[in-house]
């Protein structure tokens, strides 16, 4: 999808947090965003969200103390989804539907997102979109074809939610399950360093070879990109994946909750508004 102009603020935005959570000096945070400013200021809006704020964050990461500004916050979360999962799974199983509820779980999870927001409810979201269901909702299509489906390919955002990810993974019954996770960390989307202390036990992870948000086929790995056209379904989380991946030319299924009025727009919904919609449909 195309960026908006709101999108040019937000990737400086993220910059500015980042530095934040590194505990940067003020004027040191000035410098980067202004550094970040000039290379941003020469794209236009014919670029994704994601790949504008992936050339923010990357030139401001010039100036970051640490590698990973945001690794404490993303075992916390990891920690904090596994006891929401704890007392929210018994629910989910003996619902009418434990499958759409998984894929429910799965896309509140995705309010975890610390490059748009600092605090989040997780289980208001939750109770909210298990009472109202998703805002386009492609579940049937999704039902039918995993009939068939012995490769399943899911594209993770954030840690935290990866935990609601792997538990579906792990319930789906298909022959090969597949995680994809990015290379090097941005912001707060999962590596294979955030899965150290997560059970993936029958589930293959393999990278992105990027640490783009979303997916950047300029620098994404044969490996990936094998995994990716050779998927009966692919299933891509988050905003980043949608902003990247909504004009792919393969069906994916996207699931993501609305966080932004520029994604909101694109989608026809306001922002809040959990999504499970087949690419190929909107």
Not at 170 to 186: F, M, N, R, W
Not at 224 to 253: C, P, W, Y
Request: charged share 30%; glycine share 6%.
């Amino acid at each position: 999808m195309k960026a908006g102009p709101e999108c040019f603020p937000c990737a400086l935005n993220q910059v500015l947090r980042l530095m934040r959570a590194a505990h940067v000096d003020d004027e040191i945070i000035l410098d980067a965003i202004k550094d970040a400013w000039e290379y941003i200021k020469g794209l236009d809006l014919n670029y994704s969200p994601a790949y504008i704020a992936t050339r923010s964050i990357r030139t401001g990461s010039n100036y970051f103390p640490v590698k990973d500004p945001y690794l404490e916050f993303k075992r916390e979360h990891n920690k904090i989804a596994l006891r929401v999962l704890e007392q929210i799974k018994d629910e989910i199983e003996s619902s009418d539907d434990p499958l759409k509820h998984r894929l429910i779980l799965m896309a509140s999870g995705n309010i975890i997102d610390l490059g748009t927001q600092d605090k989040f409810d997780l289980i208001e979201t939750l109770e909210s979109n298990f009472s109202r269901g998703f805002g386009i909702d492609h579940y049937d299509i999704f039902i039918e074809k995993l009939k068939n489906t012995k490769k399943f390919l899911l594209i993770a955002d954030n840690a935290g939610e990866v935990v609601f990810d792997i538990y579906f993974l792990k319930k789906l019954d298909v022959e090969e399950k597949i995680l994809a996770v990015k290379s090097g960390p941005v912001l707060n989307d999962v590596t294979k360093y955030d899965l150290e202390d997560l059970d993936i036990e029958g589930i293959r992870v393999v990278e992105t070879g990027s640490d783009a948000l979303g997916v950047d086929f300029r620098e994404t790995s044969k490996e990936f990109m094998e995994e990716f056209n050779s998927a009966d379904i692919v299933l891509a989380k988050g905003h980043a994946n949608f902003e990247t991946l909504d004009d792919a030319q393969r069906e994916i299924f996207l699931l993501l909750q609305i966080k932004c009025g520029v994604v909101g727009g694109r989608l026809g919904k306001p922002v809040g508004t959990p999504i499970f919609a087949l690419n190929t449909l909107i």
